[in-house]
């Protein structure tokens, strides 16, 4: 049987983090993988988190199962944290999930379930496991204009025409903030544009936000989402806790579904236990127990926001401090558009060709498609990856 099998392509993202680990060279820099680095390099777990982990394992009395759809009061902090209260609570079916890729898949899985014929249709670029995800469950797809490699800025006006040709019943999939991997986002006003062409078309809105709290702030990065919620009669959300909690490998994500009315919650509701059982039974416990914690206790919420702000402010601190630096070096302002950018990533809009020079010789990794993970440099970096960009003559 096994015989049958072929070799898989590698994800571009994760195989950077083991050429990354071969590389002998000591002042080796890692701009790849997104995940948020502090400045000597270290992810750390974040205050509130070890608080809420010695509450629990001083407080919990047992490991026995939670329920299919994960424990609620996870399901309800999630909710509030990224709807707010853009949409009524019985409306909204919620899952917990491993992790925001566990709730893209889920997503995927509902959504061949209730319209098997649906397109799903993604930014160009996006984040290479959401093509990936829709091709192995042998889903159709297409793609909308997204990036202007001229300005690197979003190409508003071909997104609004390729979106104006989805059909009826379509799944146009949207970042939620901070854009994997471009780092360019849509204003709030652009946004009430494409609501009002997806309204127009019938489409169903996919939203993964997987990075709230990394770009403009916790409220402001939810804006879309909660656009989008308000706006039509089903839409759906993945959610991911892995960045902005700090704990990605404890795999902790939502799946939600906003439905029409309560009757219509409760079938969906029940139409995502049951993926669950089929795809992992349980979700994983200890991140939903985690991030429930912090969300309902004012204290630990109250440093937790504190210190994801600080992070947030120390990644637009690099951000301009990078601007800045090949401002001077270039003399032009070719490269504002990295302190326009949001969230994590900026996508710097070069070749493969060149993403491998900065690699060969001066030991920079970044995605090929020229994403650069923001969190990876510090004050000392900064200048050294400026350089070689004026070097490499990007
Ligand atoms: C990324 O885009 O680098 C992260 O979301 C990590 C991943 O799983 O790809």
Known sequence: MLENLHPQPADKILALIAAFKADPRADKIDLGVGVYKDASGNTPVMRAVKEAERRILAEQTTKAYTGLAGDPAFGAAMRDLVLGDSVAADRVAAVATPGGTGAIRQALELIKMAAPNATVW????????????????????????????????????GLLADLGTVAQGDVVLLHGCCHNPTGANLTTEQMAQVIAVLQDKGAVPFVD????????????????????AGAFDNCLI????????????????????????????????QNLAFLNRQNYSFPP????????????????????????EDTRNGMLVLRQQLADELRRLTNSDRFDFLSAHRGMFSRLGTTPEMVEKLRAEHGIYMVSDSRLNIAGLNATTVPILAQAIVSAGI
Not at 139 to 154: I, L
């Open 122 to 157: 993604l930014s160009d670029p996006t984040w290479p496991n959401h093509p990936s995800i829709i091709k192995y469950l042998g889903m159709k797809m297409a793609e909308y204009r997204y990036f202007d490699s001229a300005t690197r800025g979003v190409d508003f006006a």
């Open 209 to 228: 936000i997987a990075y709230q709290g990394f770009g403009d702030g916790l409220d402001a990065d939810a804006q879309i989402t909660r656009q989008i």
């Open 285 to 308: 416990d200890h991140g939903a127990r985690v991030v429930t914690t912090i969300l309902t206790d004012p204290a630990l919420r109250a440093d937790w926001e504190a210190e994801l």
């Open 238 to 269: 993945a959610a991911s806790c892995s960045k902005n909690f700090g704990i990605y490998r404890e795999r902790t994500g939502v799946l939600m579904a906003v439905a029409k009315d309560p009757v219509q919650q409760a079938l969906t509701q």
